[in-house]
T-cell receptor, first 112, second 116 residues
C-alpha cells in the first residue's frame, strides 16, 4: 500500500464547476498536510497547508479527517488557470525532522 | 524575495560519469532538502540539512550519492558514478528554521538529469 494515495484522474470539468479531490495517508502519526500544485514540467508550488481540521483560501478549501486519515481539496468556480496536477503531501517527520511524502497527484483539466 | 534556485536546469551525461547539482535556498532558510522524481513515480525524499548538518539522509539511494552544504548556505548533490536509473528530476526545497513555517517547503525548478 502506498503511503499517500490519490486518484490520478484526469478530472475534466467545465469552467465554473466545483471539483473535489481526495487523498488518504497511511501514517497515523503524521502531523501536517499540504496540497501542492504542479504545472507540466515545473516545480511543485505550495497551495495550502492543513494543520488542524481544515483551511480555506478563496476558492480553495482543504479538509482533514484524522480519524479516517483522509484529506480533501475542494475548488469552487473553477478557472482555466486551475488546470494542473494537484499533489497531496504529508509531512511524516517529527519535530526537527521534516520529510515530505508525496502522492502521485491528481490531474485537473478545466475546459471553456 | 528570490526563490530557490538550482543549477543546471538540464544535464545529460553518460553512464559512469560524475555530475554535481547545485541548490541555493531562499535566503535565511536553515532547512534544505533534496527530492527526486523518476519517470512515472511520485516525488521521493532524499535528505534534509539543518544549516550545514545532515538531519536525515534516510532517502539517499546508495553511496554513489553525496550531498554537502558547506557553511550552511548552498548545497551540492554529487552522483558518482552515474547509472541509468539515476535519471529523473532532482528538486531542492527550503524552509524556515522554526515554528509552523518550518514545515512549509518551497521548491526550486529542479534539475532534469538524463544518464545515457
Amino acid at each position: 500500500r502506498k503511503e499517500v494515495e490519490q486518484d490520478p484522474g484526469p478530472f475534466n470539468v467545465p469552467e465554473g464547476a466545483t471539483v473535489a479531490f481526495n487523498c488518504t495517508y497511511s501514517n497515523s502519526a503524521s502531523q501536517s498536510f499540504f496540497w501542492y500544485r504542479q504545472d507540466c514540467r515545473k516545480e511543485p508550488k505550495l497551495l495550502m497547508s492543513v494543520y488542524s481540521s481544515g483551511n480555506e483560501d478563496g476558492r480553495f478549501t482543504a479538509q482533514l479527517n484524522r480519524a479516517s486519515q483522509y484529506i480533501s481539496l475542494l475548488i469552487r468556480d473553477s478557472k482555466l488557470s486551475d488546470s494542473a496536477t494537484y499533489l497531496c503531501v504529508v509531512n511524516e517527520g517529527n519535530t526537527g525532522f521534516q520529510k515530505l511524502v508525496f502522492g502521485t497527484g491528481t490531474r485537473l483539466l478545466v475546459s471553456p | 524575495e528570490a526563490g530557490v534556485t538550482q543549477f543546471p536546469s538540464h544535464s545529460v551525461i553518460e553512464k559512469g560519469q560524475t555530475v554535481t547539482l547545485r541548490c541555493d535556498p531562499i535566503s535565511g532558510h536553515d532547512n534544505l532538502y533534496w527530492y527526486r522524481r523518476v519517470m512515472g513515480k511520485e516525488i521521493k525524499f532524499l535528505l534534509h540539512f539543518v544549516k550545514e548538518s545532515k538531519q536525515d539522509e534516510s532517502g539517499m539511494p546508495n553511496n554513489r550519492f553525496l550531498a554537502e552544504r558547506t557553511g550552511g548556505t548552498y548545497s551540492t548533490l554529487k552522483v558518482q558514478p552515474a547509472e541509468l536509473e539515476d535519471s529523473g528530476v532532482y528538486f531542492c526545497a527550503s524552509s524556515q528554521g522554526s515554528g509552523l513555517s518550518s514545515y512549509e517547503q518551497y521548491f526550486g525548478p529542479g534539475t532534469r538529469l538524463t544518464v545515457t
